[in-house]
Antibody, heavy 122, light 111 residues
Framework: QVQLAESGGGLVKPGGSLRLSCAAS????????MSWIRQAPGKGLEWISY????????HYADSMKGRFTISRDNAKNSLYLQVNSLRAEDTAVYYC???????????????WGQGTLVTVSS | NFMLTQPHSVSESPGKTVTISCTRS????????VQWYQQRPGSSPTTVIY?????PSGVPDRFSGSIDRSSNSASLTISGLKTEDEADYYC??????????FGGGTKLTVL
């Protein structure tokens, strides 16, 4: 079955950096677009970034441009999110999610991973 | 860019029907499909409606979705409410390079 497992979260000091990973299994990873979405404690969902199956098309939310970098390694069935210059407001659960459509972009997300918590605090 | 606005909370009794709205701020609601996600406490979101009114396999037909061009909004309707439906519900759409626009979420209480 399709599984997405995020890792790499933890406690980071303001100004620090983190690289989040998402390990995919149960499907041909390179055939699907992927996204990162986050959720601050007690708050709503916020889309961060999108990457196409081949990695050639990348989009970011306007508020995320500059400090966030999405990438993927199809040989390792893995998705990544590099986050730099972390701030307290970046504290959130970070989810990876797959586009449900094979070899296209549907504009929605299914399934989602279980998320990894990033806490930015001194 | 547009925004999606949802009521903060709704409540209804078991067995009743509830409708959650999602209003698009600019551009037509019909321009891009709307999805609805259910998120129970401590869990990841799951899809209950995609492409305005389609139900994934495994989602009960008590869940239905629609769009209304006149009010520029989408709606999620849950009939025959069960206590297990108590959760946060998020609408979501997209536009060209903005792949994910989420509503603020609606907390459904079944009391």
């Amino acid at each position: 079955q399709v599984q997405l497992a995020e890792s790499g979260g933890g406690l980071v000091k303001p100004g620090g950096s983190l690289r989040l990973s998402c390990a995919a299994s149960g499907f041909t990873f390179s055939d699907y677009s992927m996204s990162w979405i986050r959720q601050a404690p007690g708050k709503g969902l916020e889309w961060i970034s999108y990457i196409s199956g081949g990695g050639t098309t990348i989009h970011y939310a306007d508020s995320m441009k500059g400090r966030f970098t999405i990438s993927r390694d199809n040989a390792k069935n893995s998705l990544y999110l590099q986050v730099n210059s972390l701030r307290a407001e970046d504290t959130a659960v970070y989810y990876c999610a797959r586009d449900p459509r094979h070899s296209s972009s549907s504009g929605w997300f299914d399934p989602w991973g279980q998320g990894t918590l990033v806490t930015v605090s001194s | 860019n547009f925004m999606l606005t949802q009521p903060h909370s709704v409540s209804e009794s078991p067995g009743k029907t509830v409708t959650i709205s999602c209003t698009r701020s600019s551009g037509s609601i019909a321009n891009n499909y709307v999805q609805w996600y259910q998120q129970r406490p401590g869990s990841s979101p799951t899809t209950v409606i995609y492409e305005d009114n389609q139900r994934p396999s495994g989602v009960p037909d008590r869940f239905s979705g629609s769009i209304d061009r006149s009010s520029n909004s989408a709606s999620l309707t849950i009939s025959g409410l069960k206590t297990e439906d108590e959760a946060d519900y998020y609408c979501q759409s997209y536009e060209s390079s903005i792949r994910g626009v989420f509503g603020g979420g609606t907390k459904l209480t079944v009391l």
